[in-house]
């Protein structure tokens, strides 16, 4: 069975930071795409950043203050978070596809969601 785990999320006041992690089992997923993706409420998902082999992609709105990492080894995907704004509030998915895609539809494996609260 495939599972993928976020944690890591809370709230936090503008200017902080958060690091969440997304642990995968089930299959191996170290030649897919690994990324985050959220959804804050009344609004579509988002594309927030992507890895894939050596590459990283982001959105232009968490470019700079956002970045992806992942352990093969242990099969976990990071997402370190800084100079956090209250525009960043959202729930904050962890989701994997065969090939990198800034689009959310096309990815096939999904985790449950941890919520990422920043209060002005």
């Known amino acids: 069975q495939v599972q993928l785990v976020e944690s890591g999320g809370g709230l936090v006041q503008a200017g902080g930071s958060l690091r969440l992690s997304c642990a995968a089992s089930?299959?191996?997923?170290?030649?897919?795409?690994m990324a985050w993706i959220r959804q804050a409420p009344g609004q579509e998902r988002e594309f927030v950043a992507a890895i894939r082999w050596r590459g990283t992609y982001y959105s232009d709105s968490v470019k700079g203050r956002f970045t992806i990492a992942r352990d093969n080894a242990m099969d976990t995907v990071y997402l370190q978070m800084n100079s956090l704004k209250p525009e960043d509030t959202a729930l904050y998915y962890c989701?994997?596809?065969?090939?990198?895609?800034?689009?959310?539809?096309?990815?096939?494996?999904w985790g449950q969601g941890t919520q990422v609260t920043v209060s002005s």
């Open positions: 089930g299959r191996t997923f170290s030649s897919y795409a």
């Open positions: 989701a994997a596809a065969p090939a990198t895609t800034f689009d959310p539809n096309e990815y096939d494996y």
